[in-house]
């Protein structure tokens, strides 16, 4: 009875030991319901619509209702040379041993055609791209532009938008005397080298462009 009294007794303060021994839980950490987001873009950027927008389903149309007049589509190079255009650019800076990327924008700034080489750091379209929107706004290499901001141009810098790179690196594309696009280029060691690419990808296409 002694013993089976004892191992009960041991039982119980081994038993309060255990429970004593556990650390208190610890409570969940709240979760904001409304999480702070990161920037998507720099003011003044060209983005396209959200994802949702594009793959939802059309509206039907009110029978009733007029037709609006659908806007007409910006001038623009047709994709194929722009294409040509950009691989020719990038087969230039090979040429000369840069490892470059390069982009062909409509006369709206929208990306038509974007390629890098092999072994080039990334970003190179991203910037090439904002190297396009100098040329369009300008109508001029950008070199041009950022020699009359060198200059004290107050005009030229009045025009210049936060999603612009000003670096060498674009030309504008002309058909027919009219502006229809830009080519930049991004990657090389220097802004002149970009350009030089850039004005071979342009001259590709000049004669079937008009």
């Known amino acids: 009875m002694r013993k089976a009294a004892a191992v009960f007794v041991t039982a119980a303060v081994m038993l309060s030991t255990s429970t004593h021994a556990q650390p208190p839980a610890t ?3 709240p979760v904001p319901s409304s999480a702070p987001r990161d ?3 720099l003011p003044g950027d060209n983005l396209p619509p959200p994802l949702a927008a594009e793959l939802a389903p059309p509206r039907p149309r009110n029978p009733n209702t007029p037709q609006a007049t659908p806007e007409p589509a910006p001038p623009s190079p047709p994709p194929e040379l722009a294409l040509k255009a950009v691989q020719a650019a990038l087969a230039d ?3 000369k041993g840069f490892a470059v990327g390069s ?4 006369s709206a700034g929208v990306i038509i055609v974007g390629m890098q080489a092999t072994g080039t750091h990334p970003g190179t ?3 090439a791209m904002r190297k396009t929107l100098v040329a369009l706004e300008f109508g001029v290499r950008n070199s041009v532009v950022r020699d009359k901001l060198r200059a004290g ?3 030229t810098l009045a025009r210049v938008r936060p ?3 000003l670096f060498p690196g674009a030309v504008p594309l002309f058909s027919a005397g009219k502006l229809i696009g830009a080519i ?3 990657g090389g060691p220097a802004g002149e080298i970009d350009e030089g690419c850039a004005a071979a990808g342009a001259a590709a296409i000049k004669d079937q462009l008009g």
């Open 27 to 29: 409570p969940p950490i």
């Open 39 to 41: 920037p998507l873009a």
């Open 93 to 95: 800076c090979h040429s």
């Open 103 to 106: 982009a062909v924008a409509d």
């Open 125 to 127: 379209i991203y910037n």
């Open 153 to 155: 141009d107050y005009a």
């Open 163 to 165: 999603s612009m790179t």
């Open 184 to 186: 930049g280029v991004s």
